[in-house]
């Protein structure tokens, strides 16, 4: 299953909760970071596309200065996903191709890089607007507007209910979280158990 949502919506929390039900679980960001250490087919495919110049003085690549590249120039950000997201992808298809069962994975930009069809079904967690900025403002420290500026630059969970296969509605409590997901891994069992 590709899990998304929005910031402030509890992706990780349901997340944590479909561990907690026993399935296996990934996080895209997470096989990103791994593909991006020295050895690594995305460390030799980003440094092929940027240069050894983007690296610290140990050879690693050097986030901070990757990533204001990209903030500075789109064609950057382009070259970047171009050379990063096969690795990071192939990644993903064997590490889960090697399971059986029920397998979340966690896919910030799902809908939005068209991912949805390497998976079987996607599962978007969401909530109120007004819940997202307070969950935001009181995780991350930032003024209401700011959690507004950062939710305005991503798809509105409107057009990626659209999309989605199932939908983890968390407005409310964490215990509420759980019974939702504990509902949904139960179908997500029946239907794709034993794949």
Not at 169 to 188: F, I, P, T, W
Request: a positive charge; glycine letters at 10%; aromatic letters at 6%.
């Amino acid at each position: 299953m590709g899990l998304t949502g929005g910031i402030g919506t509890g992706k990780s929390a349901a997340l944590a909760e479909f561990e907690r039900r026993g399935a296996a679980v990934f996080s895209l960001d997470r096989i990103a970071h791994e593909q991006a250490r020295r050895g690594r087919e995305g460390y030799r495919a980003i440094v092929r596309v940027f240069g050894r110049g983007i690296l610290d003085e140990k050879g690693r690549i050097d986030r901070s200065a990757l990533g204001e590249l990209v903030f500075r120039d789109k064609a950057a950000g382009a070259r970047l996903e171009r050379a990063a997201h096969p690795p990071i992808l192939r990644e993903m298809d064997r590490l889960v191709g090697r399971l059986r069962g029920v397998v979340v994975v966690d896919v910030p930009l799902l809908f939005e890089k068209g991912l949805q069809d390497r998976f079987d079904a996607t599962v978007l967690v969401c909530c109120r607007p007004q819940t997202q900025v307070r969950r935001v403002v009181k995780r991350d420290g930032l003024s209401a507007a700011e959690a507004r500026r950062r939710m305005a630059v991503q798809w509105p969970l409107a057009r990626k209910r659209a999309l989605a296969d199932y939908e983890i509605d968390n407005d409310g409590s964490l215990s509420e979280l759980r019974a939702r997901v504990k509902s949904l891994h139960s179908e997500l069992t029946l239907l794709y158990g034993g794949k």
